[in-house]
């Protein structure tokens, strides 16, 4: 009922335009789906903004902590780049190969089933995706508000109000446009990109200068422990999460069989030499215990090389994290919005604005999830935790990929990667899900499979038999929805 009156509605509108040249600015046959308006700049913003977070300018220690010296670090830091790369060449084989949206949700249906993918969406669009982007606007607050409050830490309840209003403010962008959600992006992206050519700048003129006494002895107290390379191949590989963005908005893509892979070929090595050039930066100017013990470590180089605007580096971070976290949000809507097309989430999370071409109920929904992330005293630790899952998924993901060669070798495959790839990917994957369990065989991941299997309780019921009650009680409730948000089903792909 609702859904008609709409519709109506837009086809009234839409009938009106009888100027000639009305119909050339706006197209009256529109249709009610998401819009491909995403090319590859921002395909390729997006990528590196998501990246990219405060991490390299903060707490880039990990690497460096488990591998014990600065030459082995930067090798951890160029081969995890290696890795990511491989890694997103086979989401781009799978991309071109199935171009829906919905990151890791759609391969995981089409090689093994509903249920595997039903368990991704679940965790991903319950905890992994709104918690990421609670964790990213915290971050935000707190380096947002340090200036006010010189030589102490801000009141934690600063910090959450802050965050709750960047999240706020970064779900009404994505809900008004997905344009100018990509402008933010790329604007953003472009400072980060900015403030990380002056740090490598400046390494490079403390160089020429000769300042070279960290980097002379590279190889001195190399870790010999295969365990401590290990962990810092996982602390290294985590500075890269993010490689997969792309293909969460496959279908806005504009010609995704160019754009994706291009993207993710200009993105990733482009990430990587930032990573390691920036790293080049901070040991000319510090030494490894000084890096080891510096709170913030783009910050002591500031002070140390840019004295008299030694603040722009402070003020960079904050926009990198807000780049960051409009990337997270951007993402994360897609795939509730794809899974509740599916009927794997509720039906509301799929319809999409129908003035703005946004599928809002499914960024608000996401936001107000965050909103609760943000509530917990400290969520980091119940993360901590939950990251191994993302890892189950990925290797899973490339599974799926050599699954597929053999199970669906009518698909036309755009791009093809060497199957030996997608297994390295998967060995990869085992080691980043069992070494931190080994490492530290903690309760709390018994906690976090419990919770990621307790999503076959919904859905047996829900989704297996479709329980008749489940829809009585959901149909007023999604037409109520409806009617305040103006969002309605979308149309089905020709």
Not at 84 to 89: D, I, S, Y
Not at 186 to 197: M, P, R, S, V
Not at 452 to 480: C, D, Q
Request: net charge positive; with cysteine.
């Amino acid at each position: 009922m609702g859904e008609g009156s709409i519709r109506k509605r837009k086809e009234s509108k839409n009938g009106s335009t009888g100027c000639g040249v009305d119909s050339e600015d706006k197209q009256p046959t529109k249709a009610t789906v998401l819009q491909k308006d995403v090319g590859l700049l921002s395909g390729v913003c997006l990528i590196v903004g998501t990246m990219i977070g405060s991490g390299i300018f903060i707490s880039p220690k990990s690497v460096l902590l488990y591998s014990g010296a600065v030459g082995p670090c930067l090798l951890i830091w160029a081969a995890c780049g290696v890795l990511a790369t491989l890694g997103a060449l086979c989401y781009a084989e799978l991309g071109t190969m199935i171009t829906k949206s919905g990151g890791e949700y759609p391969y995981l249906m089409e090689a093994f089933g509903p249920i595997i993918a039903y368990l991704y969406s679940w965790t991903t669009v319950m905890v992994l995706k709104p918690s990421s982007f609670a964790i990213i606007t915290l971050s935000f607050a707190e380096y947002a508000s340090t200036p006010f409050y010189p030589g102490c830490t801000p009141p934690l309840v600063v910090t959450k109000c802050l965050s709750a209003a960047a999240i706020f403010m970064i779900v009404t962008v994505n809900c008004l446009s997905v344009k100018l959600a990509n402008y933010v992006q790329n604007f953003f992206t472009a400072a980060k990109l900015f403030i990380i050519l002056i740090i490598v700048g400046a390494g490079i003129v403390m160089l020429a200068q000769g300042k070279s006494e960290t980097l002379s002895n590279a190889f001195d107290g190399t870790s010999s422990s295969v365990g401590a390379i290990g962990l810092a191949f996982y602390n290294g590989l985590w500075a890269y999460d993010g490689w997969n963005q792309l293909n969460f908005i496959t279908e806005e893509l504009k010609n995704p069989f160019r754009n994706l892979p291009l993207a993710i070929l200009i993105g990733i090595p482009l990430v990587s030499v930032c990573y390691v050039m920036v790293n080049v930066a901070y040991f000319t100017v510090m030494t490894t215990t000084e890096l080891l013990l510096s709170p913030a470590v783009a910050v002591t180089f500031g002070e140390r090389v840019l004295y008299p605007v030694s603040w722009i580096i402070p003020l960079f971070v904050v926009f990198s994290t807000f780049g960051s976290a409009n990337g997270s949000c951007f993402t994360a809507g897609r795939l509730a919005y794809v899974s509740g097309r599916e009927g794997h989430m509720v039906k509301i999370l799929s319809y999409i604005s129908l003035k703005r071409y946004t599928p809002s109920p499914a960024l608000i929904f996401n936001g107000i999830l965050a909103i609760f992330y943000i509530i917990p005293s400290d969520i980091n630790t119940l993360i901590n935790y939950f990251s191994f899952a993302q890892w189950v998924f990925y290797g899973l993901t490339a599974l799926a990929l050599i699954v597929m060669r053999f199970t669906r070798k009518e698909l036309h495959r755009p791009v093809k990667v060497p199957i030996v790839i997608p297994g390295l990917m998967v060995l990869v994957s085992c080691y980043l899900v069992l070494a931190p369990i080994i490492d530290k065989p903690d309760l709390e991941y018994l906690y976090c499979t419990v919770f990621i299997f307790s999503g076959l309780l919904l859905y047996y019921p829900f989704i297996h038999r479709k329980v008749n009650w489940a829809r009585e009680l959901m149909r007023p409730i999604t037409m109520h929805l409806q009617l305040l948000m103006e969002v309605v089903p979308p149309e089905r792909s020709p």
